[in-house]
């Protein structure tokens, strides 16, 4: 793609597949400086090469399953763990807030006192555009936790392969063998679970196999636990050669907003136009709709039957908002991660996800 060496606009950054996005930002003569573009530009590239790492990656490890010692450096002043000794194992960024409250809830038992907390804060290219370490991340874990930092190892994204981890927050309960008891990846959603988890394991009860449904590249998004006319609509949509699907939470989700809408909504009608069919789902909501405006598929997809999640929420073991997913002949194909720049001038640049996403499916 050429970048216009000067003060770059909307075109320059999105390419001539993006003219849509610069007519609807007209008015406000929005204009990215040359470095601001740059920094677009890295970080679309950076989602496309995740979007592949992930194509490659092992599914998550699951009860039954062995994990060998991970090799990681301690952070100061924190001690290396036992791996011959039973522990909850957590990865994901160093702010993690849920395993925080986990390690907390489970340190006021007198039962949990021989279970080890170990915390490893993965690759800073899972997290954010090369952002230093948070220190205060750090330090905010509790004194016992064995906080290991895959951060800078070049190592670190084979072995976290290796066990299907990538970008959002899992879980695992190990014995003394490094035997997988229990795992789960959805700790940035609820922790709860997790801590009734442990609690059955140190008392010998049997713990419930986690319903996490692991999303796996070449097939298809499962419909059947969705509603009729939601089924029948994304069965059309899989029918074509390529499918975007944009997952939100208006609800939940802070940066879902309009403000989003209006930065790649251009994207997302250009891709229509290509026909290339695109679905925006919002999830979690508290009712549902189906319509097409522009021919995007627009879907609300409620809460019912007093559940804590909506239906595609739990069928396609969504993690993370926004996220977009890519369909290819009716068969998941892999999800591309958000990323967002608001800059020092005041301007934001909400789109770079979604332009990664087109630059996918050309």
């Known amino acids: 793609m050429k970048i216009i060496l000067a003060s770059i606009s909307l075109t320059a950054v999105f390419g001539a597949a993006s003219l849509f996005f610069v007519q609807a930002n007209k008015k406000e003569g929005l204009r990215f400086s040359n470095e601001q573009a740059g920094l677009i530009e890295n970080d679309v590239n950076v989602l496309m090469k995740s979007f592949e790492e992930f194509r490659g990656f092992a599914e998550q490890a699951t009860t039954g399953d062995r994990i060998d010692p991970l090799k990681f450096t301690p952070f100061p002043c924190r001690n290396s763990p036992n791996w011959s000794k039973p522990m909850l194992l957590t990865f994901g960024s160093e702010y993690s807030p849920n395993v925080k409250l986990l390690h907390k809830d489970l340190s006021s038992s007198e039962a949990t006192r021989d279970l080890q907390f170990v915390h490893i804060v993965y ?35 084979t072995f976290l392969m290796r066990l299907g981890i990538h970008d959002g927050g899992y879980v695992f309960i190990l014995d003394e063998s490094g035997i997988v008891r229990y795992s789960a990846n959805d700790i940035g959603l609820d922790w709860k679970h997790v801590s009734d988890a442990v609690k059955k394991y140190i008392s010998g009860t049997k713990i419930e196999v986690s319903d996490n449904k692991i999303r796996k590249i070449g097939y298809q998004l499962p419909l059947e636990s969705l509603s009729t006319d939601i089924q029948e609509a994304l069965k059309k949509r899989f029918s074509s050669e390529y499918n975007v699907l944009v997952v939100k939470s208006t609800r939940e989700c802070s940066i879902c907003g309009s403000n989003m809408d209006a930065s790649i909504d251009p994207i997302l009608l250009d891709l229509q136009r290509r026909n290339i069919n695109v679905s925006v789902v919002d999830v979690n909501t ?56 608001t800059f020092t001038d005041g301007k934001k640049a909400e789109h770079i996800q979604a332009l990664a996403a087109s630059r996918l499916v050309q």
């Open 123 to 157: 690759p800073r290219s899972w997290v954010t555009s090369g952002d230093p370490i948070n220190q205060e991340g750090i330090t905010s874990f509790q004194s016992e936790v064995s906080v290991l930092n895959a951060t800078d190892d070049k190592k670190a994204k």
């Open 286 to 341: 508290s009712s549902s709709s189906i319509k097409y405006d522009s021919g995007i598929l627009r879907i609300s997809d409620a809460i019912e039957n007093d559940k804590p999640r909506s239906a595609i929420f739990d069928a396609w073991n969504v993690r993370g908002y926004p996220s977009i997913f890519i369909v290819k002949d009716g068969k998941y194909e892999g999800e591309v991660l958000y990323r967002s720049w």
